[in-house]
């Protein structure tokens, strides 16, 4: 038995097909990062194993049990997008709230240190600021000390500083040997913290793998630029993965952009209207879904 | 990475962890948390507690006289106000309160913890309850402090007990509007219900003071069974008669109009929960 598994779970509304027939499972102990565009199921596949929504078809059992159950709620911790609050408790009031509610819990001081939340547990709800809130809402996730803890985009709302705080607080969490299921539409948030990626696309299970896997498929950067080097040259340069051409430029989808920059200017060619930035992973998916049909 | 296979019956708790307290604790929790919510919002206090209190002054205090049996009129708008505060307790605790969770996703996260439902439920209760109490005492106390109202401790008691009984018995009425009012409208649908209807059963004014057909229109209302109720708590049969003009009818016979509201108002209540959990899992 696992703590999750999903099986033929399929979820429409109104017309969109939001999932088709995904089917998973996540041993004890798994850190595993469902990565994948906006519209690709995630929040969907994370509220039908959560018990929120019910699956057209399909069945989902976590520990072997509903997940509207007891027996499984008490034992799985929540952190989902833009939940609400009551704006006049303060952060402690609402952490001890949370804690009674579960069959075992941990001590306050110690969630509230997790969750970098020490000097603002007398503040009210309304005084926090946003990425203050993201932190509040993984203390009552972990507060009732899970087996499995669902993170629906976790960092969204948080700067750089608060992302590396944040990672930091849910491997310790994982080192206890808790199961975690995170979303991300960042491959390299995935890469950094999952032992396993499931990439979703279009309510299908595209590739689940481990992230060494999924970055040979998918580059993580995305290299743009105006250069004279020609495209047969450019694709046997070190760290080229794809290239595609765009109106007068040419995107290089890299893992090592360094690498191929830096051969690039070696070998003397132009280069101007430079950018590198995280690759697309709706544009990454689409050329991926392209190769694993054709 | 290779995983070592382990049976997932086991929970994996942290050095730290310790066994959460009993039910009971969950449930005292919750009501505390309800509490601090309801307290530091004054304005909610003010419009649940106070707006009572203030009318009776105004309107209560006011009016003098005695009616054929020697009750005092003031004693009767006291039981008068009380009632009108507990069924705005009743409408914006269960009702706009209910609403408002529902449209701030707090009733979506509490619904993925393992808490039980009813104990969200019995929070609304317990403050409610509290707030009922409350309104009713400082009534009392501005009655027989300002107002010079006397009554034997039994009359005290009995008016309390049915009070905060009737109250309750419109706990569904406002759980129903919580449930099938969209939020945004709760607010505005709870003050289209509860002011007609304290004015229609003769809370602000005493009946016999109101033009005819509200007169003939009020036996329809349960919150007139409320009050007759109260009325003939307060003072004798003849007196609740004098006061309003209608009635009373058998003290069986009001008490069934409640029942049977609680009833009714519950089975739309409950079918407005399944159908708001429905909407949320589809």
Avoid: C
């Amino acid at each position: 038995m696992n703590v999750i598994e999903m099986q033929g779970v399929s979820k429409r509304y109104g017309k969109l097909e939001a999932l088709r027939g995904v089917s998973l499972e996540v041993g004890a102990g798994e850190v595993v990062a469902f990565l994948g565009p906006n519209g690709a199921g995630k929040t969907t596949a994370i509220s039908i194993m959560l018990g929120q929504k019910l699956p057209d078809s399909g069945t989902v059992r976590l520990f072997g049990h509903r997940p509207d159950l007891r027996e499984a709620r008490g034992r799985v911790g929540v952190m989902l997008q833009e939940p609400g609050l009551p704006q006049s408790l303060t952060v402690e009031e609402i952490v001890e709230l949370f804690a009674s509610y579960y069959p075992y819990r941990l001590p306050t001081g110690e969630v509230l240190q997790r969750a970098d939340l020490l000097e603002k547990r007398r503040a009210q709800v309304s005084q926090l600021s946003g990425g203050q809130k993201q932190r509040l809402y993984f203390a009552l996730a972990v507060v009732g000390d899970p087996d499995l803890i669902f993170l629906d985009e976790p960092t969204v709302a948080m700067d750089v500083e608060a992302r590396r705080a944040f990672w930091e607080q849910v491997r310790g969490f994982a080192a206890l040997g808790k199961t975690i299921l995170f979303s991300t539409h960042y491959l390299e948030e995935a890469d950094a913290n999952a032992d396993r990626v499931i990439v979703l696309h279009e309510g299908r299970v595209l590739q689940s793998g481990t992230p060494a896997q999924i970055k040979r498929l998918v580059a993580a950067k995305t290299v743009r630029l105006r250069t004279d080097a020609p495209l047969e040259q450019l694709e046997a340069l070190p760290g080229a993965g794809r290239l595609e051409r765009e109106n007068g430029h040419v995107l290089v989808y890299s893992n090592e952009p360094e690498a191929f920059l830096g051969e690039l200017v070696r070998r003397g060619y132009s280069m101007s209207d430079l950018t590198v930035k995280d690759t697309d992973l709706e544009a990454a998916f689409v050329s991926l879904t392209g190769k694993l049909e054709a | 990475m290779t995983k070592t296979i382990t049976n997932v019956t086991k929970r994996r708790l942290s050095p730290t962890a310790r066994p959460s307290g009993s039910t009971s604790a969950m449930l005292l929790a919750q009501v505390r948390a309800e509490f601090l919510a309801a307290f530091r919002v004054p304005e909610f206090l003010i419009g649940i507690v106070a707006i009572p209190v203030m009318l009776y002054a105004m309107f209560g205090l006011t009016s003098s006289g005695t009616l054929p049996d020697g009750t005092q009129v003031r004693a009767l708008m006291m039981a008068s106000f009380a009632a009108y505060g507990l069924l705005s307790l009743a409408i914006f605790t269960f009702g706009v309160d209910v609403a408002q969770d529902r449209k701030g996703g707090w009733l979506r996260l509490m619904r993925v913890t393992p808490m039980p439902a009813w104990v969200y439920f019995a929070g609304k209760f317990a403050m409610s309850v509290l707030f009922g109490v409350l309104t009713v005492l400082i009534l009392f106390a501005v009655a027989a402090l300002a107002g010079g109202v006397r009554l034997p401790l039994e009359k005290w008691l009995a008016t309390f007990g049915v009070l905060l009984l009737g109250g309750l018995s419109l706990s569904t009425l406002g759980f129903a509007l919580g449930y099938l009012a969209r939020p945004k409208a709760a607010s505005t649908i709870a003050n289209l219900v509860y002011l007609p209807l304290s004015f229609a059963s003769g809370f602000f004014f005493p009946l016999s003071r109101l033009p005819e057909f509200l007169r003939e229109m009020a036996p329809y209302l349960p919150t007139y069974h409320f009050g007759q109720l109260v009325w003939t708590t307060v003072g004798s049969r003849e007196a609740a008669q004098a006061f309003t003009g209608v009635g009373p009818e058998g003290t069986l016979e009001h008490a069934l109009w409640l029942l049977g509201t609680f009833v009714f108002f519950g089975v739309l209540a409950l079918w407005g929960y399944r159908r708001d959990r429905d909407e949320a899992r589809s």
